[in-house]
């Protein structure tokens, strides 16, 4: 069965910098692109970045510059690292995989960006 574990979400004064983490099981990781996406209240949900299997990330206009996807595939984790948060980045924030027996998500991490 798979699984994805996001952590790393908090709260953050704009300027400030976050990195996500999002643990995977139940597929062999290094096989698979992966996507960040977020939701923040009363809009839908939108990609913000994704990485091939073979490492190369792509990336939303609204962040790009600012954030990073990378992964690790002897750890199965993808990680999303933010930098200069803005208070519109505020969202909760999932990973995704695309598989041949589904789409899976996890249960998301709650990014704030206040002052």
């Known amino acids: 069965q798979v699984h994805l574990v996001e952590s790393g979400g908090g709260l953050v004064q704009p300027g400030g910098s976050l990195r996500l983490s999002c643990a995977v099981s139940?597929?062999?990781?290094?096989?698979?692109?992966m996507g960040w996406y977020r939701q923040a209240p009363g809009r839908q949900r939108e990609l913000v970045a994704s990485?091939?299997?073979?490492?190369?990330?792509t990336y939303a206009d609204f962040v790009k510059g600012r954030f990073t996807i990378s992964r690790d595939n002897a750890k199965n984790t993808v990680h999303l690292e933010m930098n200069s948060l803005k208070p519109d980045d505020t969202a909760v924030y999932y990973c995704?995989?695309?598989?041949?027996?589904?789409?899976?998500w996890g249960q998301g991490t709650q990014v704030t960006v206040s002052s």
């Open positions: 990485i091939g299997s073979g490492g190369l990330g």
């Open positions: 995704n995989v695309v598989t041949i027996s589904g789409l899976y």
């Open positions: 139940g597929i062999i990781f290094s096989r698979y692109s």
